[in-house]
């Protein structure tokens, strides 16, 4: 009996291990793309729209993942499981999207 609740045991572990989840929580991912995109959109505005150097993206959103107290190793991952899980991946997108229109909507309730 005592086998059999050790490979049952086992068993689930390695069920649970092969998919282990984002890292990061739909809502965590969301303010990181928010802030993700208003500095993309920042960068174009000020370079006009020219091609920026990737050690300018690099440094850029290596400040995004700090301000939210996380790095490259752990938000690439996430990325990468929320890519894989593309509907997943399309409510973080729909939330980004959101914020980013209500952000708006403040701001021109500020400055008409």
């Avoid at 993942?65 to 929320?82: E, I, N, Q, S």
């Amino acid at each position: 009996m005592g086998t059999l609740k050790n490979t049952a045991f086992l068993l689930l572990c390695w069920l649970t291990s092969c998919n282990p989840g984002p890292g990061l929580s739909s809502d965590e991912m969301k303010r990181v793309l928010v802030d993700a995109v208003l500095v993309e959109a920042g960068q174009q505005q000020q370079y006009n729209f020219g091609v920026l150097p990737d050690s300018a993206w690099l440094r850029d959103y290596r400040f995004v993942l700090a301000k939210h107290g996380m790095d490259t190793g752990r938000f690439y991952p996430a990325l990468r499981w929320y890519k894989a899980h593309p509907d997943e991946y399309a409510k973080v997108w729909e939330g980004v999207i959101t914020e980013l229109q209500n952000q708006e909507l403040k701001r021109r309730e500020k400055h008409p």
